[in-house]
């Protein structure tokens, strides 16, 4: 099979440290500015930044639809941080929509100010035993989510920072800002799949 190509959403927030990640793991990053780089992508991801910024730049760069479209038809789409509030279907207080793509509500900026950014090693079990190391910055949470959705990670509180439905994926927290590259292969693997899905199909 071609290397697998993952597209990142790169109009604003930690873009750079995704595209970095996804080179050290034999992937082929894709900086998407444009509808037209949407092409030839097998997944995207959207970063972590600013959620009121980067939908604000979503409309600004017609991005919006497209991605809309690619996300309903399969496209395995992971948001970090402020990219889970882009993906969500509950966005909270936003000032725009969000892609509304993931069956999951988000409340922005949970932790409040008092602790704005920590860290904290989470049980992942798709991910193998051992735990990863999350940093959290003015993260927000799950506080919803629906039936298909399969919680990836909870804080020791019960509060769910990581999830998936099918092909999409939210994490509360920035893999992107570790050395540990296994979110992005768990995208990455998930992505070769519906690849590995579609070829079949067109044959
Ligand atoms: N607080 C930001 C927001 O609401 C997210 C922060 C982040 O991505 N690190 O969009």
Not at 57 to 82: E, F, N, Q, S
Not at 97 to 125: K, T
Not at 160 to 173: P, Q
Request: one cysteine or more.
């Amino acid at each position: 099979m071609s290397v697998l190509r993952i597209g990142v959403l790169a109009v604003q927030g930690d873009f750079a440290e995704h595209i970095e990640l996804l080179r050290r793991i034999g992937v082929e990053p894709v900086e998407v500015r444009l509808p037209e780089h949407l092409g030839a992508i097998d997944a995207l991801i959207i970063p972590g930044g600013e959620s009121t910024t980067i939908t604000r730049l979503l409309d600004i760069y017609d991005l919006r639809a497209p991605i809309k479209r690619l996300g309903r038809a399969g496209m395995p789409i992971w948001g970090t941080c402020a990219g889970a509030i882009v993906l969500a279907k509950g966005a909270g207080d936003l000032d725009r929509p969000s892609l509304g793509l993931m069956d999951i509500d988000v409340r922005r900026n949970a932790f409040g100010r008092q602790v704005d950014s920590f860290e904290a090693d989470l049980d992942v079990g798709t991910l193998g035993d051992v735990p990863f190391h999350a940093i959290f910055i003015r993260a927000p949470v799950i506080h919803h989510a629906g039936d298909g959705v399969e919680v990836l990670a909870m804080l020791a509180d019960g509060t769910i920072v990581a999830a998936r439905e099918g092909h999409l994926l939210a994490t509360s927290f920035h893999p992107e800002l570790t050395d540990d590259p296994r979110f992005h292969q768990l995208l990455a693997a998930i992505a070769e799949r519906s690849h590995r899905d579609r070829d079949r199909a067109s044959k």
